[in-house]
């Protein structure tokens, strides 16, 4: 149980292109999604916080009209990368909290995505 | 600044023997904290998690300690096994709320 996937695992895209990553929740429903990037060899940075039917809560530093974040239905969100450029390169990863059963506090991680840039 | 901190970015073990994760934490609102494993190009995975108001909490081979009055805890593994090795993140909440991660520490365990 508490599986979370994540759509694409790799992607590599063009200077100035805009890029969609899907974060589902398999086997539960999760009302609050959350977004975040990974540098090589740094710790996961909160990019945003994403509730179901309502509009995200984004970190101080992130653009909201750069990094797009739906969160349409209980099991899905999705991050766009608008016009993206090389520094958007990064590892993408998502979380999923459960709406209920499990621990509130717990966070259930997807496998990332893999952003280049070129 | 940080509110996590992981001051060991690497640690090395023999087989068999325990490993010890040490995690600090500066804000005493937090009141959940939990331990990830995660390996390279991967998500990171939840292994084992403490309320504020226990000390200790075991599954397995694993065992986290809290000591709220030095704002640290550990992670235990006992016995380690080489497929141990990978980043472990320490985590903490508020009240439910965002996780903070602390900068992780590679753990390499040495058959």
């Known amino acids: 149980g508490a599986v979370v996937s994540q759509h694409p695992s790799w992607v590599i895209c063009k200077s100035g292109t805009s890029v969609k990553i899907e974060c589902r929740s398999l086997?539960?429903?999760?009302?609050?999604m959350f977004w975040y990037r990974q540098f090589p060899k740094q710790s996961l940075m909160l990019m945003a916080t994403s509730n179901e039917g309502s509009k995200a809560t984004y970190e101080q530093g992130v653009e909201k009209d750069k990094f797009l974040i739906n969160h349409a239905s209980l099991t899905l969100s999705t991050l766009t990368v608008t016009s993206a450029h090389p520094e958007d390169s990064s590892f993408y990863i998502c979380?999923?909290?459960?709406?209920?059963?499990?621990?509130?506090?717990?966070?259930?991680f997807g496998p990332g995505t893999r952003l280049t840039v070129l | 600044d940080q509110q996590v901190k992981q001051n060991s970015p690497s640690l090395s073990v023999q087989e068999g023997r325990i490993s010890i994760l040490n995690c600090d934490y500066t804000?005493?609102?937090?009141?959940?904290f939990l331990w990830y494993k995660k390996y390279p190009a991967e998500g990171p995975t939840f292994l084992i998690s403490i309320s504020s108001i226990k000390d200790k909490n075991e599954d397995g081979r694993f065992t986290v300690f809290l000591n709220k009055s030095a704002k640290h805890l550990s992670l235990h593994i006992v016995p380690s096994q080489p497929g141990d090795s990978a980043v472990y993140f320490c985590a903490a909440s508020e009240y439910g709320n965002k996780l903070v991660f602390g900068a992780g520490t590679i753990l390499r365990v040495k058959s």
């Open positions: 086997d539960f429903q999760a009302t609050t």
């Open positions: 804000n005493s609102m937090f009141d959940y």
């Open positions: 979380s999923a909290r459960d709406a209920g059963g499990r621990a509130y506090n717990e966070q259930f």
